[in-house]
């Protein structure tokens, strides 16, 4: 094997902060600490179109809109087409809207695909100036609990580089090498198997009026927008059932009866894959100089739709904490980064599991749970005060997790380390 540091170069390389992977939560790092005029290399692993092209989430909750409105950079990262803040249940074919907005004027959640975002993001970073390295492989942290953590990357002739930093932001994913850089036994895994299946299929065909969630006999099912003509479905099944076990025309036939809507409309199906549902979450979301930030330290079911808009919460503090740091040499905010970021999160986990049960037991769960799970739907419909807590937890706007800031980590790690 060739001897590494014989092909290093540029180990000289140095900048605040390192971000690792180029997804809503790194990008939004990286755009908001170049918005700060605080300097970062982005490595991403796979290449700029693999990137833009991800479909995953489609609403940009009220609460990140407003977020991304407080650094007046809306208009720039958000694209899509506001959202009318309505829901609809579907139980046994009977409609049931359900308002999931706050009601105010100001500005609320955008139907605004992720993938559209990260473009946005994108592009926003580079017209900035940003250095943002695609196809980097090979990604690896070191020394994080120094003063001055290094990262390696290879580029595609083979060549190997170090950037030293102040501070690492793990935004790799769950499947990324930041957390994996973390000694055993430093960070706890609470992992949670919802015993659920999904087939997800996304398809060129007419958007519903309105997000869509179905209770069935059959299964629950889903209809959500993913663009002016784009629709993005779910269907329960086994936990691990595979893709193959779906030809289009079983797909169409299940919407149809799931969803209670016999003339829904068919199009070309782009992709469909099957998952488990599950939860983890990474307590705390920190070691030394590495911050976790979105689904490298937490997955939510996707039920709810909080995975990216947690992704966006994470960065947004992390962000302004470095700029607490590096402006006003204040490590507060950064010190407390993982319990403020978890609080929300399990606030999130709970609001997933809730309408993850409750959606799934009013359909095909025994005589009990599901008679729970529908008066659960009764009194989201008919209980104002219900209703209301609903809406909160949908727009992000509830309090939990902006009050009490909880404990700070121990320790004196960021003292300025100096190039
Ligand atoms: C089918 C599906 C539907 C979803 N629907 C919703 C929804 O409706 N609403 C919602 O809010 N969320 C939804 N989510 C969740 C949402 O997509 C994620 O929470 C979100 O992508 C998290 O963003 P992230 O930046 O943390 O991670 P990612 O989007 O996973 O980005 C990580 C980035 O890091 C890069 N990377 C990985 N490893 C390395 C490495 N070793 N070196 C360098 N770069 C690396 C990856 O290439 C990637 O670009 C859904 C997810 C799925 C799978």
Redesign the pocket.
């Known amino acids: 094997m060739a001897d590494e540091t014989s092909q290093l170069q540029d180990s000289s390389e140095s900048t605040t902060v390192v971000v690792?992977?180029?997804?809503?939560?790194?990008?939004t790092v990286a755009t908001l600490l170049q918005h700060s005029g605080i300097d970062c290399v982005v490595?991403?692993?796979?290449s700029r179109e693999?990137?833009a092209q991800?479909q995953?989430?489609?609403?940009v909750?009220t609460r990140a809109v407003r977020m991304f409105d407080s650094w007046g950079l809306t208009d720039r990262v958000l694209g899509g087409v506001p959202y009318d803040g309505i829901l609809e249940f579907r139980v046994d074919g009977r409609s049931h809207l359900v308002s999931d907005s706050d009601g105010s004027d100001g500005p609320s959640a955008r139907l605004c695909p992720?993938q559209i975002l990260v473009q946005k993001l994108t592009q926003t970073f580079l017209d900035g100036g940003g250095d943002l390295r695609f196809e980097?492989a090979d990604?690896s942290p070191h020394d994080l609990t120094g003063d001055r953590p290094t990262v390696h990357?290879r580029t595609a002739d083979g060549t190997t580089h170090a950037i030293t930093c102040d501070f690492v932001a793990g935004?790799?994913?769950?499947?990324?090498?930041s957390r994996t850089a973390v000694p055993d036994g430093a960070l706890t895994a609470h992992a949670f198997d919802h015993g659920i299946g999904w087939l997800?299929v996304l398809a060129d065909a007419p958007p519903p009026a309105h997000p869509l969630l179905a209770v069935n006999a059959r299964g629950f099912a889903a209809h959500?927008p993913r663009g002016p003509y784009a629709s993005?479905y779910y269907l329960q099944c086994p936990p691990d059932d595979h893709p193959d076990a779906w030809p289009e025309a079983r797909i169409w036939d299940a919407l149809r009866t799931r969803l209670g809507d016999p003339a829904l409309v068919c199009g070309p199906i782009t992709d469909r894959?099957t998952?488990r549902l599950r939860s983890l979450v990474h307590d705390p979301m920190q070691y030394g100089r590495l911050f976790l930030?979105?689904?490298?330290a937490h997955?939510?079911s996707?039920m709810g739709?909080?995975?990216?808009?947690?992704?966006l919460y994470d960065a947004d503090l992390l962000a302004r904490a470095v700029r607490d740091f590096v402006r006003s040499d204040d490590d507060t905010a950064l010190r407390t980064y993982s319990s403020r970021c978890l609080r929300r999160v399990w606030n999130d986990q709970e609001f997933s599991h809730w309408l993850t049960r409750t959606l799934h037991d009013a359909g095909d769960a025994a005589p009990f749970p599901r008679h729970l799970a529908r008066a659960r739907l009764d009194r989201l419909f008919n209980a104002p005060a219900s209703a209301r807590a609903f809406a909160e937890l949908m727009t992000g706007l509830d309090p939990t997790g902006e009050a009490v800031i909880s404990q700070e980590v121990p320790g004196n790690l960021f003292a300025h380390g100096g190039d």
Not at 56 to 59: E, Q
Request: proline share 4%.
């Open positions: 690792i992977g180029a997804g809503p939560a790194g990008l490595l991403e692993r796979h693999h990137v991800r995953r989430a489609g609403i909750e992720q980097a990604v990357y935004c790799d994913g769950d499947h990324g090498v997800t959500f993005r894959e998952f930030v979105g689904d490298a997955i939510v996707p739709g909080k995975g990216m808009n947690l992704a």
